[in-house]
């Protein structure tokens, strides 16, 4: 268990964030800044892309710092874990974090018939397998009372041809946070889900983004009438690791402004 004397507060200083060099990731980390919160992001190859959000969350007056992750190589996570302690120690002069969102990924389309085992493999390593044991190596760094977030797909509610492999990863993310929220209870950690529905952005090639006959078949199927962005979901985890927020708990939250309701 964490020794955090900053255990007893419901109010999130630091927060680390798991592929926080784009889209959704880089969305969250700066509304986090907004509100107050410093941010450790990680990236896997586009070290240029973290620099910027770094020196954005610096220009709000916020401490800020980009650690490299593989977040589908289980066997990084010891020297990550040790650069995060590293971090902590040098930069914030303590020894905990206040929250972690899991939101490293990648999507991949192949139908349910032409799916590969590789596919399948690299999909569950960095949605699922990464995640479970990325958090179980981070627990004795997460402060009692803190916070995490778990990054789902509303591809796990409704079913979209083309997607069987991710969004299985997806449902094994959404029942992981709920045994988390059940065995960490009694460090007062909060576990939850977000699941954003289709978001304009470069994921999976940038499709919902750059295909505007997708786009609109989308906008159509929602109930407010549009695709999602980035800002929805950043301000959306923003709000679940706000203070208001503390008694949500081992739930699922869709952002997705309403789709195949």
């Known amino acids: 268990m964490s020794n955090s004397t900053n255990s007893s507060a419901s109010h999130v200083s630091l927060a680390l964030v798991t592929g926080g060099s784009r889209g959704l990731g880089k969305s969250m980390a700066l509304h986090l800044a907004q509100r107050g919160v410093d941010v450790i992001l990680t990236y896997r190859t586009r070290a240029d892309e973290a620099r910027k959000v770094v020196d954005a969350i610096r220009a709000m007056g916020r401490k800020a710092v980009a650690l490299p992750l593989d977040a589908g190589d289980t066997k990084s996570f010891g020297p990550f874990v040790e650069s995060v302690r590293e971090a902590l120690a040098d930069a914030w002069k303590r020894h905990d974090l206040d929250a972690l969102v899991n939101n490293a990924g990648h999507g991949a389309y192949a139908s349910f018939a032409q799916t590969s085992e590789a596919q399948f493999d690299d999909l569950m390593n960095t949605h699922l397998k990464g995640p ?16 995490i977030v778990n ?17 299985v990863m997806k449902g094994g993310v959404e029942v992981l946070t709920r045994y988390l929220a059940a065995e960490l209870g009694p460090r007062r950690i909060s ?27 989308i906008a ?12 929805d979901i950043g301000g959306a985890v923003a709000l679940l690791l706000a203070p208001e927020s503390r008694w949500i708990n081992g739930q699922r939250i869709e952002a997705s402004g309403g789709i195949h309701l």
């Not at 889900?193 to 994921?203: H, K, L, V, W």
């Not at 505007?212 to 078949?217: G, H, Q, R, V």
């Open 191 to 217: 576990v939850n889900t977000i699941a954003p529905g289709a978001i304009a952005t470069d994921f999976g090639g940038g499709a919902v983004r750059d295909n505007p006959e997708l786009n609109a078949m």
């Open 132 to 147: 479970f044991f990325l958090t179980q190596r981070l627990l004795p760094l997460i402060a009692d009372g803190g916070r």
């Open 220 to 231: 159509g199927q929602t109930a407010l009438g549009r695709v999602g962005v980035a800002d």
């Open 151 to 167: 990054v789902s797909s509303g591809l796990a509610r409704f079913s979209l041809p083309g997607y069987a492999a991710y969004a």
